[in-house]
């Protein structure tokens, strides 16, 4: 659980407080172009500057190493450019407000999962809907919410506490109800299931506690509390995606076939494996630069030369 800020260092509190301002200022100044520029704009800062400097290049071929050995050098230079470009895109599409959520709201909405939770939701039963650091998650929420999809979002706050503030009310401008990962969080999102409401959890993340399953053929330690809220609850379990399309501004909603109720590692393992199948297919969209892999415990495994 990330510190408050009463409980850091004063050099802690300065960092955050410096690194706050200036994400801030860039953001700030990006919301001053047309929004069809401003994407592009922070995209290319993020690639170009901001991920060069940051060392992100690095872990981006350590990840790519690990999970896709065999992809060509041209491609591997390729994605260390186009990944970061995907999440600066993402990044200033949550901080640009109603421009983001009237285009998310004209995204296509495909795959089998729509049909599902159109039924779940005239039944009122809950429904969980399931994603990755993919493409533009929050065009998913943005766009079914405009649908008329009653969507909760559970979320996990910041370690620097001042940026914090900044985006949580930024995503709160997407759509309410949020839950923030923790007890209270975790007791309302109950209650928000228990009334028939859908919620969207991002289970992508190394999770301390959680179980060594598969994802790209190595050990990846994954929470499951996703599946077995599902289970507890009778919650439709459906991976979603926002998939960003080529002009690089709209999207495509993908809802792919809900998970079966089994057991929650079984349930988890088939998440992974569906979000594994979309990253093959869009690899520029997955946030190759987060720690998806690193061990705990003896859990997981790292790249050998990541020393980070």
């Not at 999970?67 to 060509?72: F, N």
């Not at 200033?92 to 729509?114: D, H, L, N, Q």
Request: net charge positive; charged share 20%; glycine share 8%.
């Amino acid at each position: 659980m990330p510190a408050e800020k009463f409980n850091l260092s004063f050099r802690a509190r300065a960092t955050y407080y410096l690194t706050s301002l200036f994400l801030k200022g860039l953001i700030g100044t990006a919301r001053l172009l047309p929004y069809t520029w401003r994407i592009p704009a922070m995209g290319w800062v993020a690639a170009h500057v901001l991920a060069p400097l940051a060392g992100f290049d690095k872990r981006v071929r350590d990840n790519l190493k690990l999970a896709l050995p065999d992809l060509p050098e041209k491609q591997v230079k390729s994605l260390c450019r186009a990944v970061p470009d995907s999440a600066g895109r993402y990044l200033m599409e949550v901080f640009s407000g109603r421009p983001f959520i009237e285009r998310a709201r004209k995204a296509t909405v495909t795959g089998p999962g729509y049909a599902a939770l159109q039924e779940a939701h005239t039944a009122k039963r809950p429904v969980i809907m399931v994603t990755g650091h993919f493409g533009s998650y929050d065009a998913a929420r943005a766009c079914l919410i405009g649908r008329g999809f009653n969507m909760g979002v559970l979320y996990r706050r910041m370690a620097n506490p001042y940026y914090n503030d900044y985006y949580v009310r930024a995503m709160s401008t997407i759509g309410l109800p949020m839950f923030e990962q923790g007890r209270r969080g975790m007791m309302e999102m109950v209650r928000h299931l228990k009334d028939g409401g859908i919620i969207a959890i991002v289970a992508d993340l190394h999770a301390h506690g959680g179980k060594e399953l598969q994802f790209f053929g190595q050990p990846a330690v994954t929470s499951i509390v996703t599946a077995e809220l599902a289970l507890k609850y009778d919650a439709v379990l459906i991976p979603a995606y926002g998939v960003r399309q080529p002009n690089g501004l709209d999207f495509e909603v993908v809802l792919n076939t809900p998970i079966p109720h089994s057991d929650p590692e079984t349930m988890m393992q088939a998440v992974n494996d569906d979000l594994e199948e979309m990253v093959r297919q869009h690899p520029d969209q997955w946030f190759w630069i987060h720690r998806r892999w690193k061990p705990w415990y003896g859990l997981g495994v790292q790249p050998a030369s990541d020393d980070t």
